[in-house]
């Protein structure tokens, strides 16, 4: 397959449409291959512009996402950047692209392994990858022009902001569950910075000295200004390991992005697959006229005290229809009733045989046919369908009345 055009198109749809305008950062991601990032088997998932899986309950950041990271951090081909939180690499085998060296810290041994090899086998020389708590930093490597944080912290761990250098930018998810902002300080002097808010964001927690502590089954906040027990989601099955759940374990792992991939991926499966059959099962009714116009559903008889109507239920928009009104032997004149929603569905194109009169009382039009006590007497009123839809009529016999729905399709 040809990986270079589905790039190109990601940039295209997640990236540069959604406003992403440096030429530095698409280039870069028409460049790295994203699909050499996520795990076997989630290859075909690599260009949607969602976080995915990578294993220790981590996540490969959604395109669109480290796109915006990297465009705020303003990159330049001369730039030191650091990434707390390889992850994948992917986000750091961006920046390797676009600055001369890249930094890179993960907690997890096994995913900075991973990392490592991948730059390896791409021939990405220009990334250094360590294995440590990134909340602190990387002092001998410091001072950088800037630092992109791609797990959410407490709040801005100190270490971070002394080691950007002058005019340096530091981009950073703080806050935790739905209430994390996405924000950038530029470093304006010694001691000071610039701080803005770039929105509204989902990320997977900090998790150390500087940042929150993985005690299960939540994370708990080390920075005095927050409280000590921070009730959030568990950050990840790996992190909350080890016994009793609190009463806010109903909440699944929530990786950065929107939704867990693959919990999402199985329920829009479970929709598709119901859609299908009942799809199919419409098509076979259909094919086998069971659903139209003279099918087997497509009449109903209704009974009343005085005898019994079949009634078409189903029918097409300007078809000819009838409907047969069956009345019990009596020895007193017959009356069969309909109201004028009746016409509005049914034309009345003739009667058979013929009634004796007609009149019209209460908003109601009545037939009058001939009494007949040696038996039951069949008339057949010869019909044409109306206006197409679902309508409602009432018809009577006698005294009693029943109203009954007919579907015509147009
Ligand atoms: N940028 C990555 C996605 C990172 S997900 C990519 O493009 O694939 C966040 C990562 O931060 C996770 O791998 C998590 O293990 C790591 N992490 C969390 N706390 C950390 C810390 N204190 N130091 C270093 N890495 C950390």
């Given at each position: ?179 994390q ?20 964001v989902r990320f ?50 929530l990786?950065e992005g929107v ?152």
């Open positions: 397959m040809d990986m270079t055009r589905i790039r190109d198109r990601m940039v295209e749809h997640h990236v540069t449409r959604r406003g992403i305008r440096d030429p530095g950062v698409t280039e870069a991601m028409r460049t790295v291959p994203r699909e050499k990032f996520v795990p076997p088997g989630s290859e075909e998932f690599a260009y949607e512009d969602a976080p995915l899986s990578i294993g220790e309950g981590q996540t490969i950041s959604q395109p669109f996402i480290v796109a915006l990271m990297l465009e705020k951090a303003d990159l330049d081909a001369g730039d030191t950047v650091l990434e707390v939180g390889t992850g994948s690499g992917y986000a750091s085998a961006l920046m390797s692209r676009i600055a001369r060296r890249v930094y890179s810290i993960e907690r997890h041994e096994r995913l900075a392994l991973e990392a490592k090899e991948r730059f390896e086998k791409l021939g990405y020389r220009n990334i250094d990858v360590r294995v440590g708590d990134g909340s602190k930093g990387w002092a001998e490597a410091a001072p950088f022009d800037a630092i992109i944080v791609s797990a959410s912290a407490p709040e801005v761990p100190t270490a971070l902001k002394e080691q950007l250098g002058l005019g340096g930018r530091l981009i950073i998810p703080v806050g935790r569950g739905e209430g902002r996405l924000k950038r300080l530029t470093r304006t002097g010694a001691t000071a910075f610039e701080e803005e808010d770039l929105g509204g997977v927690p900090l998790i150390g000295e500087d940042a929150w502590t993985a005690t299960h089954p939540m994370y708990t906040a080390t920075a005095p200004s927050l409280p000590k027990t921070v009730a959030s989601e568990p950050s990840s099955p790996q992190d909350t390991q080890g016994g009793g759940m609190g009463k806010i374990d109903k909440l699944p792992t990786p939704l867990d991939h693959s919990e999402f991926q199985q329920r829009f499966w479970a929709v598709q697959r119901i859609s299908w059959i009942v799809f199919t099962l419409l098509l076979v009714t259909c094919l086998l006229g069971l659903l139209g116009r003279g099918g087997p559903f497509s009449r109903q008889t209704l009974q009343l005290p005085d005898g019994s109507v079949d009634f078409p239920i189903i029918s097409r928009w300007n078809a000819p229809e009838d409907m047969t009104v069956t009345f019990t032997p009596s020895s007193e004149d017959r009356v069969f009733t309909i109201d004028p929603a009746f016409l509005q569905t049914f034309s009345i194109q003739g009667v058979d045989p013929p009634q004796k009169a007609t009149f019209t009382r209460a908003g109601r039009i009545g037939y009058v046919f001939p009494a007949d006590p040696a038996g039951p007497t069949q008339i057949v009123f010869r019909l044409q369908t109306q206006l197409p839809g679902r309508l409602r009529a009432t018809i009577g016999m006698g005294g009693e009345t029943r109203t009954q729905s007919t579907f015509i399709f147009p």
